[in-house]
Nanobody, 119 residues
Framework: QVQLVESGGGLVQAGDSLRLSCAAS????????MGWFRQAPGKERETVARIRWSGLVRYYQDSVKGRFTISRDNAKNTVYLQMNSLKPEDTAVYYCAAKASTRDSYNYWGQGTQVTVSS
């Protein structure tokens, strides 16, 4: 089992920055592929960014490329999402997720943290 706890959400203005953190426990963190997802009201959950266990391969949704950065600190069992130049359309609940293998689906999820960007 893996437990994930997100933090760092909040209410900001357009153009501001936030850094989300996700602390993991229960399994060797440096063996986990990690991802950030978000779900806005009335919309389906979407992938924001992913990072492999090694940190060497990263994926970003087109709408956040150049503004968001995913990173991980295996010594701290934590994955981060640095969000710059935030837009109102980034408003959503952001979830951290983990999986043990590239072939697996993300099967460990945090409780989510709200990010609200005002115009």
């Amino acid at each position: 089992q893996v437990q994930l706890v997100e933090s760092g959400g909040g209410l900001v203005q357009a153009g501001d920055s936030l850094r989300l953190s996700c602390a993991a426990s229960g399994r060797t963190f440096n063996s986990l592929d990690m991802g950030w997802f978000r779900q806005a009201p009335g919309k389906e959950r979407e992938t924001v960014a992913r990072i492999r266990w090694s940190g060497l391969v990263r994926y970003y949704q087109d709408s956040v490329k150049g503004r968001f950065t995913i990173s991980r600190d295996n010594a701290k069992n934590t994955v981060y999402l640095q969000m710059n130049s935030l837009k109102p359309e980034d408003t959503a609940v952001y979830y951290c997720a983990a999986k043990a293998s590239t072939r697996d689906s993300y099967n460990y999820w945090g409780q989510g943290t709200q990010v609200t960007v005002s115009s």
